[in-house]
Structure formats: C-alpha cells, structure tokens
C-alpha cells in the first residue's frame, strides 16, 4: 500500500479557487491510479475524480465536469485537484485515495488518505 497526506484545503467564498495536494510515498506511484472523494455531514463519500498512472486518463462526476481538474506529477509522487468556481455544495471533507485500476466505488481504492476539509462561504 501507499500512504498519502493531502493538503490545501481551507476557507474560500463563492467562485473561489483552491488546489488540493495529495503527497504520496513509495517508490511505485506511477503505477497507481489517484482518486478523489468528498464526504459532507450527514451524506456518502462521494466519487470527485481520479487520473490514470501516466496520466492520460482523468474522470469526472458530472457535478464538478469544466469546474476541477484533477492531474499528477509522478516524479513528484503527488496528485492534485484544482478547484475552480467553487460552489457551497462543494463543501466536504475531501480524500484522496490508491488503487490499481481506474474506478469511481471506494471499496475499490485500498490507500486512503486523512482528508483535508474545503468549506465554501455563500
């Protein structure tokens, strides 16, 4: 398994912007494929995004398509979010999270992260 920390989260207004880092450890990140979820009170974690190992395959859910874009830098062993346009309902605590092929169910991701909250003002 991978260990991973995010990071970049925080507090931003409507229509802000923020980019979340997902550092990994080992020496095999590449061969990974990166997931992002989100969980807000009271609701399921939810499936945001994920990247392929080389990268040249990314997924959205529909509710972020054209607002996030998820990318990787494999020499870096870190996995990134960029959020744009952020609304209140993207408020949650975001995750990231490994696995070997690409999916969007999080039973299928063995590697979890602790989670960094994003809170978006109205």
């Known amino acids: 398994q991978v260990q991973l920390v995010e990071s970049g989260g925080g507090l931003v207004q409507t229509g802000g912007s923020l980019r979340l880092s997902c550092a990994a450890s080992g020496r095999t990140f590449s061969s990974y494929v990166m997931g992002w979820f989100r969980q807000a009170p009271g609701k399921e974690r939810e499936f945001v995004a994920a990247?392929?190992?080389?990268?040249?395959?990314?997924y959205y859910v529909n509710s972020v398509k054209g607002r996030f874009s998820i990318s990787r830098d494999n020499a870096k062993n870190t996995a990134y979010l960029q959020m744009n346009s952020l609304k209140p309902e993207d408020t949650a605590l975001y995750y990231c999270?490994?696995?070997?092929?690409?999916?969007?169910?999080?039973?299928?991701?063995?590697?979890w992260g602790q989670g960094t909250q994003v809170t978006v003002s109205s």
């Open positions: 999270a490994a696995t070997s092929s690409p999916s969007s169910r999080a039973a299928d991701f063995s590697s």
């Open positions: 990247i392929t190992g080389s990268g040249n395959g990314t």
